[in-house]
């Protein structure tokens, strides 16, 4: 007899913060979730059904892994598709699709399916090693970006001139041309079994001086109701274009001339979208497993324009973390605090977040700030 989702267990690659608020989401639903995760201290591993330490590049782990699930997703996109691919073959269900998480994995790869499927991004020139990127100084300023294994604003390097050439990866990668940009934006769209899709509205992103990672976030995003559109169609043509179940973050530059250009795509819950747990009426995290689970999609209005506030361990603390100004933050109005559980913290590592929610949007920007400037996380 054919499960239905209820019956299904659900196994996720990761068991870092991501998986630990998507399984919140599905202890509402009864659903029964395995984990895979490399750190035995893993955020998941006590609220799961099941944990297994282990690899999850390695294809006897994640293959033997996938054996004991129905479902299959990801929290991070460093996984053996290979496995993942075979598992498939065999009937489990796998979301999203194996070859969609390998064409995403490289970067390379990534941007030469927009081209192709003409999807507007920044020109690009695909480099193989440092020396191809010395030989394209005349494309310069430009992003240099590592095709594989980037993340967190690590593997891009910014080349404004020939001084710069000597940071240039030695490694396959791409340069992609300097956009001088109004505001990043981001737009999670998603999409079930049945071909049902839906996009949460956008939101602005604003990134930390040095770290690269989003520092704050605010929704909606402060853009023109065609701005908006334009982002939203170009967001779930994405998703068309790639036939993907599941969820997908979509990160793109508005231009000082109001054209949107698609920057990367994660496909998987994604930092752009925690504040939707308070601010919209379906969190990302639940709207990810109703696609993967094939259950309806739900309703992505925001209830509340929200800013989001990411934690990071604080430059020059590294040990047991322990968290400053919390009970302060926590007695103001409309503050939702969420610590991953991790018990280490070394400088920008994510620790946590909180979403403020306040029905004036011209008091958000101020109110983050304050909440940034409250909490602090040392040893």
């Known amino acids: 007899m054919q499960k239905n989702y209820q019956q299904k267990t659900l196994g996720i690659l990761g068991g870092g913060q991501l998986g630990r608020m998507f399984i919140q989401s599905a202890i509402n639903y009864n659903i029964d979730i395995h984990i895979l995760d490399p750190d035995f201290n893993a955020p998941c591993k006590s609220i799961c059904q099941e944990f297994t330490q282990g690899s999850l590049t390695d294809y006897d782990t994640v293959y033997n892994f996938g054996k004991n699930c129905d479902v299959i997703t990801i929290e991070i996109e460093n996984v053996n598709t290979d496995a993942l691919d075979a598992l498939a073959k065999e009937g489990k269900e796998v979301f999203p699709q194996p070859h969609i998480i390998k064409l995403i994995q490289d970067k390379r790869t990534q941007k030469e399916f927009y081209q192709n499927k003409g999807i507007p991004t920044a020109e690009f020139i695909l480099t193989d090693n440092k020396n191809a990127v010395i030989a394209n100084k005349n494309f310069l300023p430009a992003v240099n970006k590592l095709g594989k294994e980037g993340y967190d604003g690590r593997g891009v390097q910014v080349l404004r001139s020939e001084a710069d050439l000597d940071k240039a990866f030695e490694a396959p990668g791409l340069l992609e041309k300097l956009i001088d940009f109004d505001k990043e934006i981001a737009v999670i769209v998603s999409k079930n079994q049945h071909g049902e899709v839906k996009a949460f509205p956008a939101v602005e992103c604003a990134f930390h001086p040095t770290a690269n990672l989003v520092e704050f976030l605010f929704a909606p995003a402060e853009i023109s109701e065609d701005i908006e559109n334009k982002a939203k169609e170009v ?72 800013a989001m506030v990411n934690l990071l361990g604080e430059d020059g603390f590294t040990g047991e973390a322990y968290v400053e100004g919390l009970d302060e933050a926590m007695s103001e109005k409309g503050v939702y605090v969420h610590l991953y559980g991790k018990k280490l913290t070394k400088p920008f590592r994510k620790m946590g977040h909180v979403t403020i929610l306040d029905d004036n949007p011209e008091k958000l920007k101020e109110r983050a700030h304050k909440i940034k400037s409250l909490i602090k996380i040392k040893a």
């Open 235 to 306: 967001a779930l043509q994405v998703i068309q274009e790639l036939d993907m179940v599941g969820i997908l973050a979509v990160e793109m530059f508005v231009t000082k001339t109001g054209e949107i250009l698609v920057n990367e795509i994660a496909p998987r819950p994604h930092n752009s979208g925690h504040h939707t747990i308070e601010a919209n009426i379906t969190s990302q995290f639940e709207q990810h497993l109703r696609a993967v689970m094939g259950m309806p999609l739900g309703d992505t209005s925001l209830r509340s324009p929200a």
